[in-house]
Structure formats: structure tokens, C-alpha cells
């Protein structure tokens, strides 16, 4: 059973950067594709950002692309997702996840799930 817990979000004003960490419990860490997701209030979860186990791989949803980016420490156990030039539509309940599937993905089978950090962006 891997436990995730995020922090790091916070207010911040439109244009402005947060930087959110994901700490887990596993040792095996770096068994893992690791994922960032989002959920906005009266809307489904959405994927935003993942990579692979080794951190060469990366994937991000259309809307943060040039924007966020996705990084890990496996030796630290962490993932991170650095967001700058947020915008309002950026306000959501962030979560990460963990993912035991040989590939990276960006559907929401990922196995573990932690209990997200609120990000609200104001304009």
C-alpha cells in the first residue's frame, strides 16, 4: 500500500506560481509512473501531468503545457509539479497517484491515490 500526501497549494493571484509536492510512503517509489490530476468544483477529475519511473518521460494535458511541469526525486520519494502563469481555470483540488502499469497514462486506473491540495487562483 503506497500513501501519497500533497502540499504545497495555496491562494495565488493570476500569473503568479505555486509548487506542489507529493511525498510517498513506498520505498519502492521508483517502481511507480507517477500522476497529477485535478478536480474543480461540479467537475470530473482530470488528468494534468505524469512521468515515467525513471523521470525521462513526461506527458501533460493541452491546457498546462507550457506551463507545469512534472519532476521527480526518487531518491527523495517526491514528485513535484511546478506551476507557473497560472490562470483562474487553473482552481482545483490537486491530487497525485502513483501507477503500477508498465506505461504511462493518463486515465484515471492509477492504483494509489492521495488526498489533494487545494489550488485557487484569483483574477
Known amino acids: 500500500q503506497v500513501q501519497l500526501v500533497e502540499s504545497g497549494g495555496g491562494l495565488v493571484q493570476a500569473g503568479g506560481s505555486l509548487r506542489l509536492s507529493c511525498a510517498a510512503s513506498?520505498?519502492?517509489?521508483?517502481?511507480?509512473?507517477m500522476g497529477w490530476f485535478r478536480q474543480a468544483p461540479g467537475k470530473e477529475r482530470e488528468f494534468v501531468a505524469a512521468?515515467?519511473?525513471?523521470?525521462?518521460?513526461?506527458t501533460y494535458a493541452d491546457s498546462v503545457k507550457g506551463r507545469f511541469t512534472i519532476s521527480r526525486d526518487n531518491a527523495m520519494m517526491t514528485v513535484y509539479l511546478q506551476m507557473n502563469s497560472l490562470k483562474p481555470e487553473d482552481t482545483a483540488v490537486y491530487y497525485c497517484a502513483a501507477d503500477r502499469r508498465a506505461r504511462v497514462y493518463t486515465d484515471l486506473g492509477y492504483n494509489y491515490w492521495g488526498q489533494g491540495t487545494q489550488v485557487t487562483v484569483s483574477s
Open positions: 513506498e520505498r519502492t517509489f521508483s517502481n511507480y509512473n
Open positions: 512521468i515515467s519511473r525513471s523521470g525521462l518521460g513526461t
